[in-house]
C-alpha cells in the first residue's frame, strides 16, 4: 500500500519557504478512506504529510547546493555519501511547462519516491584531458553545457527518522 | 659589458629555499617597516583612526609620526610598529607589520569617501611558506557621531584589459598587463631582463572610475607580493612589496612609480557585467582562509625521471589520435604532399629527405642515410602553396618530433625541431628553430632568402576556439614568451600562464609560433597562425605519465586587441 501526494501547483520545489504552508492534495487509497476519522487515520495521515514536506525540504536544499556548486553538502544528504557524485548535472530550474511532481511514500513509510519536473543545464566532461582541458578544470571549466527538459527521478529512504536520498537521476523529456 | 642584468636563471626555474617559519620570523622581525626611496607621506602623523570591516576585524591606529604607529586588532591591546604610508591623489596606501607575527597590514583608505580596504597578509599559511598570503577585508574608516557608510570599494572587471609600463622610484621597471580577473601577466625589465613575462593570481578592486587597487603573489616562484593603488588616467602608483626574493632577502619597500598606458584589450563578458562576482562555474572557491583558484603547475604536472618517462613513453604513443578537443576546428586534412618527393636543406643542421607515399604515410631519411624511416603524419594546407606538417622522427635519441611549415611558392621552410627533455625534467620539451629550403624537382630555391624571426606579433592578443567549450586566448606578451588564459563561463579571462615562445614570419599575416610550458606540463605547442582567414593549425608535442602524444592542434580565431608594448623590448 502506498499513498501519492501531489503538490496543488506545478513546481512546487522551486517556491521558497511554502514547505508547511502549500495546500497539498492527498490521493489516498481506499483502504486509507475506510480509516478516515480514525484517530490511527488522522495520526497517519500527518505522518504522511510531515515526510512529504521533509522530502521537499530535502529536494529543495539538494537543488540549493548543486546550483551553488556545493557538491560536498549535496553529497551529505544522500544515504551513502560517499558514493555519490552529484555532478551530473549543473543546475536545476523550474520548467513552467512542466507536469505535476509527485512523491510517493510506501506504506512502510521508511521509503519514498518523487518526480520533479525541471530543466536540467548538463555538464559533460572534455575528453581527454589536455593540459589546457585540466586547465579549465581547476577553474570550474573544462565542460560542454546544453539545457534538457525532464524529470528528477528520486528515490528516498528514512534513517534514524530524517530522510535521506537513496539514488537520484535526471532522465530528458 | 651588457647593460641589462639578466638572472642566471629565469624566475621558473630558480629553485626558491623553502624557508622554515622560524627563518621568516627571524628575517621579519629584523625590520622595523617598509623602507622607500620617496618621502613617506605624513598624511596619518598625530591622527588616529579607526577602521570597521565588514567581517568583523577593526583596526585602531595612533600615529606618532610618518613611520610610528600603534594598532591595536580588534580592539585587543596595542602594539607599536613601524610603518610607511604614501599617497595618490585622495587615496592613502599604509603599510605595517605586527611584531612578533608573521602578519601585516596593507591598508588603502580613500580619505574622501572613509571607505577603507584592508589587505592582511601573512607568511606560512601555505605549503610554502614564503607564498604570501591575503584576506582582503572591505570596511570604512568610522567617523564619531556619523552613520557608516553603505558603499564599499569592490572586485571589479573595469581594469581588465588594461595594460601599463611601470617604474618605480626605486628605478624598478615593470610591464604589466590585467588580461583576466584572476591574473594578470608581468614582465620584469629591469630585475630580470625583459625576455619572460610571468604570471601570478591577482586581485582587482575598484576605488573609482580612475583609481584601482591591484596586487599580485608571485605563487609557484617567490612567493613575494606587490601591491599597489593606481590611477589609470594618470599612469601613477603607490605601492608596496613583501616578499623574499631568490638570495631570500626580505624586500619590503613601499614605492610611488609613474608609468604609461600600454592599451587595452577586449573583454568578453555580457555587456553589464563589471566584474563583482567572480564565474567559477561549478568550482567553489576555496574555503581557507584567502583562499582563491591559484594555478599550480607543478603540483599539477609534477617532474618525472627519465626511466620512468621512457617506460611510459614505451607503452604509449600517440600519433594525432581522432578524439582531441584541442583540435575541434582543425583545418581539414591536406593531400597537397601525396605523392611529392622532396628534400628539405636546413641552414647548419640536416638535409632530411622525404617520401610522401599516401595523405598521412610518409619516408624520411637523413641526406646519405640509407634507410627509410616510415612515420604517420598530418598536414594543413594553412595558405595557398603554405603547407604545416608533423612528425616523429623514429629512433632518434631524444624521441624527436619535427613540426614543419614549406612555402612552396618561395621554396622556403622552417622547421620548430622539438626534443624531449631538459636539464631541468625528463618530461618537458626543447625546441630548436631550423631554417633552410625546399629542394624539389621544378622548384629553384633562394640562395640567401629565410624566413625570419618577427616581433610583429608582440602586444597582440588573440582568441583560440579549439573545440566546443574550449576557448583560451594567447596575449604574445614579449618577443620571447607567450602566456594563455582560460575563459571563466561568463567569458571573464580566468587562471593564465606562461612560458617562451618565439615568432618567425612565413608571410604577411602568416606566423610560425611556438611556446614551451616550461616547469608546468612541458608541452611544446606549434601553431601556424593565418591572420587573413582567422584560423590556425598546429602540432602539440608533449610526454608524461599517460606516454608520449603529437597532437593536431586547430582552432578559431578573433583578434582581442593589442598593447602597444614594442618599444620596450628594443635593444
New interface residues.
Given amino acids: 500500500m502506498k499513498s501519492t501526494v501531489n503538490s496543488a501547483r506545478r513546481g512546487f520545489l522551486w517556491k521558497a519557504g511554502a514547505a508547511l504552508s502549500a495546500p497539498l492534495a492527498l490521493v489516498a487509497a481506499s483502504g486509507d478512506a475506510r480509516a478516515a476519522g480514525t484517530h490511527d487515520a488522522a495520526r497517519a495521515r500527518l505522518t504522511e504529510l510531515e515526510d512529504v514536506n521533509a522530502i521537499r525540504e530535502l529536494m529543495r536544499r539538494y537543488v540549493r547546493h548543486v546550483n551553488?556548486?556545493?557538491?560536498d553538502e549535496a553529497a551529505a544528504l544522500f544515504a551513502e555519501p560517499a558514493r555519490t557524485d552529484t555532478?551530473f548535472a549543473?543546475a536545476f530550474a523550474a520548467d513552467p511547462a512542466g507536469g505535476e511532481d509527485a512523491i510517493e511514500i510506501a506504506a512502510s513509510g521508511t521509503t519514498a519516491t518523487g518526480c520533479l519536473h525541471c530543466t536540467a543545464e548538463i555538464?559533460t566532461p572534455?575528453?581527454?584531458v589536455?593540459?589546457?582541458?585540466?586547465?579549465?578544470r581547476?577553474?570550474?571549466?573544462?565542460?560542454?553545457?546544453r539545457t534538457d527538459r525532464g524529470t528528477l527521478e528520486a528515490a528516498y529512504v528514512k534513517r534514524d527518522g530524517t530522510w535521506k536520498i537513496e539514488r537520484i537521476t535526471f532522465r530528458a523529456a | 659589458m651588457s647593460a641589462t642584468r639578466y638572472p642566471q636563471e629565469q624566475m621558473h626555474r630558480i629553485k626558491y629555499t623553502k624557508l622554515t617559519g622560524a627563518q621568516i620570523s627571524a628575517k621579519l622581525a629584523a625590520v622595523a617597516g617598509p623602507t622607500s626611496s620617496s618621502p613617506l607621506s605624513d598624511a596619518f602623523a598625530g591622527e588616529s583612526l579607526k577602521i570597521v570591516t565588514d567581517g568583523g576585524l577593526t583596526l585602531s591606529y595612533r600615529f606618532s609620526s610618518a613611520n610610528k604607529l600603534t594598532v591595536s586588532e580588534n580592539d585587543g591591546k596595542a602594539v607599536q610598529a613601524g610603518y610607511g604610508a604614501l599617497t595618490l591623489d585622495h587615496v592613502a596606501l599604509l603599510s605595517h607589520l605586527v611584531p612578533g607575527t608573521q602578519r601585516g597590514y596593507h591598508v588603502i583608505v580613500d580619505r574622501d569617501t572613509n571607505l577603507a580596504t584592508v589587505f592582511e597578509v601573512w607568511f606560512s599559511g601555505y605549503e610554502d611558506n614564503r607564498e604570501v598570503q591575503r584576506q582582503i577585508h572591505y570596511g570604512y574608516v568610522e567617523q564619531p557621531g556619523k552613520p557608516a557608510p553603505t558603499a564599499r570599494h569592490s572586485i571589479t572587471n573595469r581594469i581588465e584589459g588594461k595594460g601599463f609600463y611601470w617604474q618605480q622610484d626605486n628605478g624598478i621597471e615593470t610591464i604589466e598587463y590585467y588580461p583576466t580577473v584572476l591574473y594578470s601577466n608581468f614582465v620584469e625589465l629591469t630585475r630580470l631582463g625583459g625576455e619572460l613575462s610571468f604570471c601570478g593570481p591577482s586581485d582587482y578592486i575598484k576605488i573609482d572610475d580612475d583609481l584601482y587597487i591591484y596586487s599580485r603573489v608571485e605563487c609557484e616562484m617567490s612567493g613575494t607580493m606587490t601591491l599597489y593603488v593606481l590611477d589609470a588616467n594618470r599612469a601613477e602608483q603607490v605601492g608596496v612589496r613583501l616578499g623574499f626574493g631568490a638570495s631570500d632577502a626580505l624586500e619590503y619597500y613601499v614605492f610611488r612609480g609613474r608609468g604609461e598606458w600600454l592599451g587595452q584589450i577586449a573583454q568578453f563578458e555580457p555587456f553589464g557585467d563589471v566584474g563583482t562576482t567572480i564565474a567559477l562555474g561549478n568550482r567553489q572557491v576555496p574555503q581557507a582562509k584567502g583562499g582563491r583558484p591559484v594555478y599550480r603547475p607543478m603540483k599539477t604536472n609534477p617532474a618525472m625521471s627519465k626511466p620512468d618517462l621512457e617506460a611510459a613513453i614505451a607503452k604509449t604513443t600517440s600519433l594525432f589520435a581522432e578524439k582531441n578537443p584541442m583540435a575541434g576546428n582543425k583545418l581539414p586534412i591536406s593531400e597537397y604532399l601525396k605523392g611529392k618527393e622532396l628534400t628539405l636543406r636546413y641552414d647548419g643542421w640536416l638535409a632530411l629527405e622525404y617520401r610522401f607515399d599516401d595523405v598521412q604515410k610518409l619516408r624520411w631519411r637523413r641526406e646519405g642515410e640509407a634507410a627509410w624511416h616510415e612515420e604517420r603524419y598530418e598536414s594543413w594546407e594553412a595558405a595557398p602553396g603554405v603547407v604545416m606538417f608533423g612528425h616523429l622522427m623514429s629512433g632518434a635519441p631524444d624521441h624527436d618530433a619535427c613540426s614543419i611549415v614549406m612555402d612552396f611558392d618561395q621554396a622556403l621552410v622552417t622547421c620548430l625541431h622539438g626534443t624531449m627533455g631538459t636539464p631541468y625534467m625528463a618530461n618537458e620539451a626543447a625546441v630548436k628553430t631550423r631554417f633552410g629550403v625546399i629542394e624539389m624537382k621544378g622548384l629553384v630555391p633562394p640562395k640567401y632568402r629565410r624566413h625570419q624571426y618577427t616581433d610583429e606579433l608582440v602586444g597582440s592578443a588573440i582568441t583560440w576556439n579549439y573545440s566546443p567549450g574550449l576557448t583560451s586566448m594567447h596575449l604574445y606578451s614579449t618577443p620571447h614568451s607567450l602566456s594563455w588564459i582560460i575563459f571563466l563561463e561568463n567569458g571573464s579571462g580566468g587562471l593564465e600562464w606562461s612560458g617562451p615562445a618565439s615568432y618567425v614570419k612565413i608571410r604577411d599575416e602568416l606566423y610560425f609560433a611556438y611556446w614551451l610550458e616550461e616547469a608546468c606540463n612541458g608541452t611544446l605547442g606549434t601553431i601556424l597562425i593565418n591572420l587573413r582567414t582567422m584560423h590556425d593549425s598546429g602540432v602539440g608535442y608533449h610526454a608524461g605519465p599517460e606516454g608520449l602524444r603529437l597532437s593536431s592542434i586547430g582552432a578559431h580565431a578573433r583578434l582581442a586587441g593589442r598593447f602597444d608594448v614594442l618599444k620596450y623590448f628594443s635593444t
Fill in positions: 551553488a556548486g556545493a557538491h555532478r549543473r555538464e572534455i575528453e581527454p589536455t593540459p589546457l582541458v585540466a586547465m579549465a581547476a577553474q570550474g571549466g573544462g565542460v560542454l553545457k
